[in-house]
């Protein structure tokens, strides 16, 4: 999930220079679509809020901050723009952090 993040962004921070609206619209739906709950033991964030990485590795620390850093980071950046993240996905990433992350 987080290795995805960071491919995504560079993607939209070329799309940036290369003024390619629809290359950063791409990126950041496609960061948008990794903040969900996966499967039982698939990578990303669990039902209980944890996050898995690398196959079944309990990753709330590195990744899962790395995570939880870029994703608010761009779900504030985007806000009010037409890359905005869904409402649902800023309210599943705000309980990733406070229901997941912030206990551990």
Same mark, same amino acid.
């Given at each position: 999930s987080q290795n995805l993040v960071w491919l995504a962004e560079i993607?939209?921070?070329?799309?940036?220079? @290369?003024? /390619?609206a /629809?290359?950063?619209a791409r990126a950041y739906d496609r960061i948008a679509r990794e903040i969900r709950v996966v499967a039982p033991g698939a990578e990303g964030v669990q039902a209980d809020m944890s996050l898995l990485q690398h196959r079944r590795c309990l990753y709330n620390h590195g990744y899962? @901050?790395?995570?939880?850093?870029d994703a608010t980071r761009l779900a504030g950046l985007l806000a009010g723009t037409r890359f905005a993240l869904p409402p649902e996905r800023v309210a599943?990433?705000?309980s990733f952090l406070l229901d997941g992350?912030?206990?551990?």
């Open positions: 993607n939209a921070l070329r799309g940036l220079v @290369a003024d /390619d /629809d290359l950063v899962g @901050a790395s995570f939880a850093v599943l990433l705000e992350s912030q206990w551990m």
